[in-house]
């Protein structure tokens, strides 16, 4: 019963260095989502799949790309890591209206 | 997308009723109200769900007025272990999140 499924769970970049942060859900659902959380903060939505082979900006997509390489399978990409994307980023995937299942963070420090 | 607001904290004591309630004035005629929880270090999870009157299960109720502008998640007599961060969404597909309502329950 595994659900949303991230990796890496932490990472430590250098500035300018890229990584792609993977996810993957095995309940059949067709929407996907990626969200930051910073310290204190609440979650901001990055990007957000409503069904494979779509894409679309949420409120902070700037320095992040994304793909929806199948139904199951939504990864975040940062080509060039900046300080300011430190952050703890959270895969979520849903099948009905707000019903959202999060995976368990990936915690990203950018130095 | 509608937006929400919401308290920013509220402190309880343990046994006690605590009712949250949310702002979203500006709602669509088929958005839902999605209340979720989150711990430190997890992600949120669902707690309920509803579109008008009232919704009850095993963890809380949701009450919301005919209007539909506001709606109350009430959690009836907490724990220390209901300390967390209380989000308010509404609508769907690119839901956003507030900061949400940072709950104390306190012994």
């Known amino acids: 019963n595994a659900g949303v499924t991230q990796t890496p769970k932490f990472q430590v970049l250098k500035t300018g260095q890229s990584m792609t942060l993977q996810c993957a859900q095995d309940m059949n659902h067709n929407s996907m989502y990626w969200y930051r959380q910073d310290p204190g903060m609440g979650l901001r939505l990055i990007y957000y799949s409503a069904s494979e082979g779509t894409t679309d900006k949420g409120e902070v997509p700037n320095g992040y790309n994304v793909s929806r390489l199948n139904k199951r399978e939504f990864s975040l990409r940062l080509e060039s890591a900046a300080p300011s994307q430190t952050s703890v980023y959270f895969c979520?995937?849903?099948?009905?209206?707000?019903?959202?299942?999060f995976g368990e963070g990936s915690w990203l420090t950018v130095v | 997308l509608a937006k929400t607001t919401q308290p920013i904290s509220m402190d309880s004591y343990e046994g006690q009723e605590v009712n949250i309630t949310c702002s979203h004035n500006n709602i669509a005629t088929n958005d839902y109200i999605t209340w979720y929880q989150q711990f430190p270090s997890q992600g949120p999870r669902f707690i309920i769900q509803?579109?008008?009157t009232k919704v009850t299960n095993e963890v809380a109720s949701l009450f919301i007025p005919a209007d539909r502008k506001s709606s109350t998640l009430s959690l009836p007599r907490v724990s220390l272990s209901d300390t967390a961060v209380y989000y308010c969404l509404v609508g769907y597909q690119k839901v956003t999140f507030g900061t949400g309502t940072k709950l104390q329950v306190i012994p």
């Open positions: 509803g579109y008008k």
């Open positions: 979520a995937s849903s099948l009905t209206q707000n019903t959202i299942y």
